[in-house]
């Protein structure tokens, strides 16, 4: 008798007690000046913050269609985990794609290129480690990693990419897909390991520092490292904060350093990085420079470069005392506004060894919504304008050009390399490959993932030595999948990729090549008599 008591007390206060007590407690909460709809309806108040806060992911996983929401669709999202995973991106039935919308499209040719034909470096298998299914249930998925071989899908050593010919050390690519600027801080060491090795094992591809420095990591991947230059300066600063050309060479002199690029913009803020004080770490501060738990916010621009001349005088200078590529990054507000950029080219005679464009649509850790929703074009008009410009004035061959926004896959690569990119740049590509879910939580230095975070807890997630794997069977994947296209096109390499081979539906179905809709301009007989400076033609270039 006594027990039953005992357990009918316990009931009462576990089910009838504890929620009351709840109650009560969210009752008086309420009543604190906070929320004006929990004030005046504090239960129902809170299941609505609750639902609210629950909503992302309930969309992610439950309501969102396919090829619906963003950044990502659901499709495109599975699209790189199945390349990263196993290797594949086949799917069953049909395309999700809506294609009564407006859009690119690649056209085949009628007779396809057999494997045999194509002009690819397939002569080694390397070790390669991919995931296998044993079996898929209601709730649980059962996988395991099993070891096989792999060719790499490289371009031979005729149609390598070369990047700055005329530097001491030019830099040859044998792949045209990377990874693009992710800075150690807003991204953690995990990352760059796994990234770096995946990129490394892949060969022909590369990895971008972002403008927050070169960590140990970068170099320990054995990958190939574009070293980004922000107008914060980190990493190539003296303890006043002005830019150090000795640190610049101290970086150059690094065997895996094969370029460098100043950030003059990116496409989800046309404006300073931004790193949120929790994520600054000593280890962070020490690469950077700066103090530690403060929190970062780097100029809109670099404060000693004031124009086009001062600029390419300013790379001239480092492509001297590096002996490497140097390149800027960009972002397109309007074609004439390159006008005076690639003018002042042709005036000094000075050149970037790499033009990359990021297009609006980009991707950050952290920008204004305002800034990602509405500056800068968006990828594929940007990259028609740089590309066009350079015909123009008559500098094609005098550089490289890179595209990025939004590349996460062989036919958007394709789309890019057909308007006229030489290779491409991929980040959250990259980041989902290491197992981003798209949690939105990149600023906050709790990314669940292990990816958009130093902080060694939320670190442990991220396992370099398995998501390595994924990295370089994406990367393998995309090219792989790029020559698929290519033969298709009736070409041999996906470096002969033209606007002959893009087109795009308009709403009512009319179809256009790029060709007829955005064909190369000529190069300008006279360039425009801008007086761009004073006594430009007097002018000491060096």
């Known amino acids: 008798m006594n027990l039953l008591l005992t357990v009918l007390l316990i009931l009462l206060v576990v089910f009838i007690g504890a929620?009351?007590?709840?109650?009560?407690?969210?009752?008086?909460?309420?009543?604190?000046?906070?929320?004006?709809?929990?004030?005046?309806?504090?239960?129902?108040?809170?299941?609505?913050?609750?639902?609210?806060?629950?909503?992302?992911?309930?969309?992610?996983?439950?309501?969102?269609?396919?090829?619906?929401?963003?950044?990502?669709?659901?499709?495109?999202?599975?699209?790189?985990?199945?390349?990263?995973?196993?290797?594949?991106?086949?799917?069953?039935?049909?395309?999700?794609?809506?294609?009564?919308?407006?859009?690119?499209?690649?056209?085949?040719?009628?007779?396809?290129?057999?494997?045999?034909?194509?002009?690819v470096d397939n002569q080694e298998k390397i070790h390669a480690m991919k995931y296998k299914i044993d079996h898929e249930g209601l709730f649980t998925r059962r996988e395991h990693i099993e070891k096989d071989e792999v060719t790499r899908w490289l371009f031979p050593e005729e149609d390598a990419i070369v990047v700055g010919p005329e530097r001491d050390f030019p830099w040859r690519l044998c792949g045209p897909f990377g990874a693009s600027a992710t800075s150690y801080g807003a991204v953690g060491e995990h990352y760059i390991l796994s990234t770096g090795r995946g990129s490394s094992m892949a060969g022909g591809s590369w990895i971008n520092t972002g403008e927050g420095g070169i960590a140990p990591e970068h170099l320990e991947s054995g990958a190939d490292v574009?070293?980004?230059?922000?107008?914060?300066?980190?990493?190539?600063?003296?303890?006043?904060?002005?830019?150090?050309?000795?640190?610049?060479?101290?970086?150059?002199?690094?065997?895996?350093?094969k370029a460098f690029e100043l950030k003059f913009g990116q496409g989800a803020k046309i404006r300073g990085g931004h790193l949120e004080g929790s994520k600054v770490t000593p280890k962070v501060a020490s690469i950077r420079?700066?103090?530690?738990?403060?929190?970062?916010?780097?100029?809109?621009?670099?404060?000693?470069?004031?124009?086009?001349?001062?600029?390419?005088?300013?790379?001239?200078?480092?492509?001297?005392?590096?002996?490497?590529?140097?390149?800027?990054?960009?972002?397109?507000?309007?074609?004439?506004?390159?006008?005076?950029?690639?003018?002042?080219?042709?005036?000094?005679?000075?050149?970037?060894?790499?033009?990359?464009v990021d297009g609006g649509e980009g991707g950050t850790g952290a920008t204004y919504k305002s800034m990602a929703d509405s500056m800068g074009l968006p990828l594929y008009p940007a990259l028609v304008a740089v590309v066009d410009k350079a015909w123009q004035f008559g500098v094609r061959d005098k550089l490289k050009i890179f595209a990025s926004g939004k590349l996460i896959s062989a036919d958007k690569i394709a789309i890019a390399l057909g308007i006229g990119a030489d290779a491409v740049n991929s980040a959250r590509g990259f980041m989902i490959a290491n197992g981003c879910i798209m949690a939105m939580q990149c600023h906050t230095g709790k990314c669940p993932a292990g990816v958009t975070t130093t902080d060694p807890k939320y670190q442990e997630a991220l396992v370099s030595e398995e998501k390595q794997w994924r990295v370089m069977n994406y990367i393998i994947n995309v090219r792989q999948g790029l020559y698929a296209l290519g033969a298709a096109c009736g070409i041999d390499t996906p470096r002969k990729f033209t606007r002959e081979h893009i087109v795009f539906k308009t709403d009512d179905g009319q179809v256009k090549r790029l060709s007829d809709l955005f064909p190369l301009p000529g190069t300008l007989e006279e360039f425009p008599k801008r007086q761009l400076f004073t006594d430009v033609e007097n002018l000491d270039v060096g």
């Not at 963003?70 to 390349?83: K, M």
């Not at 914060?232 to 690094?254: I, T």
């Not at 700066?290 to 780097?298: E, F």
């Not at 600029?311 to 002996?323: M, N, P, S, V």
Request: proline share 7%; net charge neutral; aromatic share 16%.
């Open 19 to 119: 929620p009351l007590c709840l109650f009560i407690w969210l009752h008086f909460v309420a009543k604190k000046p906070q929320h004006s709809i929990i004030r005046a309806h504090p239960y129902l108040g809170w299941m609505r913050y609750l639902l609210e806060k629950m909503g992302p992911e309930l969309r992610q996983y439950w309501f969102d269609s396919d090829n619906g929401s963003g950044p990502f669709s659901r499709s495109d999202f599975l699209g790189i985990v199945f390349s990263a995973k196993y290797r594949s991106d086949l799917l069953s039935f049909g395309s999700k794609r809506d294609f009564e919308k407006p859009g690119y499209y690649i056209a085949n040719g009628l007779f396809p290129l057999l494997n045999e034909e194509l002009r």
């Open 226 to 257: 574009v070293a980004q230059i922000g107008p914060g300066l980190f990493g190539y600063r003296d303890p006043d904060g002005n830019f150090s050309l000795a640190e610049f060479k101290l970086k150059a002199l690094e065997p895996n350093v």
């Open 289 to 356: 420079k700066v103090l530690v738990g403060q929190t970062i916010n780097s100029p809109n621009r670099f404060p000693f470069l004031h124009n086009s001349y001062e600029t390419l005088q300013f790379i001239q200078t480092l492509q001297a005392e590096g002996g490497k590529p140097v390149g800027i990054k960009i972002v397109v507000g309007y074609h004439s506004n390159l006008d005076e950029f690639f003018e002042a080219m042709n005036q000094l005679k000075i050149y970037p060894d790499f033009i990359t």
